[in-house]
């Protein structure tokens, strides 16, 4: 099965990724693209779920509670964080859209620990890592300082010509300064039409892929480094969803890449 996930071109969907299509345990994603007046309806069951309303504006309803008017970005290249919000178990969820909106959905297998809350954008950590042509700006919607049971969720804006994720590291190996951990890359491209690459590989090369993604396309990270890099000319977005058997981010380095570092 291949890491990458094409964006759906017709209807709603964008991407649907569970943990069964995926083959591990732990992340579920999915992305949903909507009209005026459109509206995305599900229910969390076991999972939490981290709505980001990366354009447009929508109103939400979770059980009994409404949220209006979340959102506004005109593009996920904005240099603004997202409106997003914390939606515990066991909850009926409506999404509708006042005007054209994307929104996506990073979900991980919970108990119902935490309560549904609005994560606000003046609240989010934003960052800026690299330097030189590895520069990228990053903005963390989820991270382990704030309550959830297994999820994290960050976002990263790459410049044209730079690299991300990079050097390459890793987290799927437990102990050692590394947790255990899923995750998803949801791709989006300034201009739309550009594309960028993605390896995902292991040490031993028992898993080596590279790819090349375009606007909307997701890739799948099980194990192993997973860096990215964007074309001159094109700007690279990325929405990432974590989750593993430990709520913490952290990660090793490729030792052969490491250098770079010192």
Not at 104 to 110: R, V
Not at 158 to 185: I, M, N, Q, R
Request: charged content about 20%; glycine content about 10%.
């Amino acid at each position: 099965m291949s890491l990458l996930v094409k964006a759906r071109r017709d209807g709603s969907t964008l991407v649907d990724i569970t943990p069964e299509s995926a083959g591990w345990g732990h992340v579920g994603f999915r992305a949903v693209r909507l009209t005026q007046g459109q509206a995305d309806h599900f229910e969390t069951g076991r999972t939490e779920v981290c709505l980001t309303v990366l354009t447009g504006r929508v109103n939400v309803q979770v059980g009994g509670e409404r949220f209006e008017g979340l959102g506004g970005r005109s593009s996920v290249f904005d240099e603004s964080s997202p409106h997003a919000l914390y939606i515990t178990t066991h909850q009926a969820v409506s999404v509708t859209a006042l005007g054209d909106a994307e929104v996506a959905y990073s979900s991980a297998p919970a108990q119902g620990l935490y309560p549904t809350r609005l994560i606000d954008p003046s609240t989010m950590k934003r960052s800026v890592r690299g330097q030189g042509a590895n520069t990228r700006y990053v903005c963390d919607i989820l991270p382990e300082t704030e309550p959830a049971e297994g999820l994290l969720v960050v976002e990263v804006v790459t410049p044209a010509g730079h690299s991300s994720s990079y050097p390459p590291h890793k987290h799927d190996t437990a102990g050692e300064g590394e947790t255990v951990l899923e995750e998803t890359y949801y791709h989006r491209l300034d201009p739309a039409q550009g594309f960028a690459f993605q390896r995902v590989y292991t040490d031993d090369r028992s898993l080596d892929e590279a790819m090349a993604v375009e606007d909307h396309d997701t890739v799948m990270v099980p194990r192993g480094y997973h860096p990215t890099v964007a074309p001159f000319g094109y700007r690279l977005y990325y929405l990432n969803t974590m989750a593993g058997p430990q709520r913490k981010w952290a990660f090793k380095n490729d030792p052969a890449h490491e250098w770079m570092l010192r």
